[in-house]
């Protein structure tokens, strides 16, 4: 499989979160690195349920051509219809290892390919894919504003860009908490102060399509259509 990676400027992430918190590569591929190992443990359980929902939207949506962006360990392949056909990415070797070892072990027939790539910057011609998913992902990247564009570009006119992810909340015990962790960003590879904000625009949020998941409303899925 091709290995591409093209290298961020971690000007950017500072520039959007602020110097003390602010992610870069390095910094990603490194928390990443640590995770791997014991991902599917630590986060498998807690975030299932956003990730199967985000599937479900997937799978009942049309076209076939299928993104995940930031594919991880692969926890979501299985869930996938199997008239779909799959492509995931990710940064991170370790975590594709994990991914392609969950495909031979379950016979992903669906799953066409996973690689080592920069959500950011793809390598992908335009409007390669019928939907791009990224589930807890928009927290990770250096400049969230530049993963949406890059999936917009992938995606066909008339299809669709998905997100699961954390998204802040405006106040009380949680906000407080947030941004009470957002310090330690680097160390954990991902915001805990993330804001929609911080991906989508005046306009996009205008026209995305937002829901909490149940039952604790910890993750939101967002429909925006390219």
């Known amino acids: ?62 076209g076939r051509d299928v993104l995940e962006v930031g594919v991880g360990t692969g926890l979501a ?39 080592e790539m920069d959500a950011e910057a793809t390598t992908f011609a335009d409007a390669s894919f019928d939907i791009a998913v990224a589930m807890f992902v928009a927290s990770v990247v250096p400049n969230p504003k530049a993963l949406l564009q890059e999936m917009r570009r992938l995606v066909r006119p008339g299809g669709d860009i998905l997100f699961i992810n954390h998204f802040a909340a ?27 904000n911080d991906i989508f625009s005046a306009e996009d949020l205008a026209q995305i399509e937002a829901e909490a998941v149940r039952p604790l409303g910890l993750f939101t899925l967002v429909r925006l259509r390219a």
């Open 170 to 196: 405006d106040k009380g015990p949680r906000w407080w908490l947030e941004r009470t962790m957002a310090p330690a960003s680097r160390a954990l590879g991902w915001h805990p102060d993330f804001a929609m």
């Open 1 to 62: 499989m091709d290995r591409t990676i093209a290298k961020q400027d971690a000007a950017a992430g500072s520039a959007q979160f602020g110097s003390a918190s602010a992610l870069d590569t390095a910094s990603i591929l490194d928390a990443y690195r640590r995770w791997a190992g014991v991902y599917d443990t630590v986060f498998g359980g807690v975030s299932s349920r956003g990730r199967l929902k985000a599937v479900d939207l997937v799978n009942r949506l049309p």
């Open 77 to 115: 392949l299985p869930h996938y219809a199997r008239d779909k056909r799959i492509t995931g990415i990710d940064l991170s070797v370790e975590m594709l290892r994990k991914a392609r070892e969950r495909t031979r072990r379950e016979h992903l027939s669906h799953v066409q390919a996973l690689l």
